[in-house]
């Protein structure tokens, strides 16, 4: 999956990953990936505290679930 994410990004000028659990927790790469795939642009939030990565992670489960997409524990 990361060789995916990682070209994904690429192409859309973003960040690169290098450890998927580190780099996708705050929430905000998850938000530029969904970004890339849904078309859509996503509000991210600018802080670095927990509070910040718990709301951008909510976000990306928001369009997720906008999206119709189930997770594995459905």
Do not use: C, M, W
């Amino acid at each position: 999956y990361i060789e995916y994410i990682y070209i994904f990004l690429f192409q859309f000028g973003k960040q690169h990953i290098e450890n998927l659990f580190s780099d996708l927790q705050d929430g905000r790469r998850l938000l530029d990936l969904l970004e890339g795939l849904t078309g859509q642009k996503l509000p991210k939030e600018k802080g670095s505290t927990r509070v910040h990565a718990l709301n951008n992670v909510n976000k990306a489960l928001r369009v997720l679930q906008n999206n119709n997409v189930s997770s594995a524990l459905d």
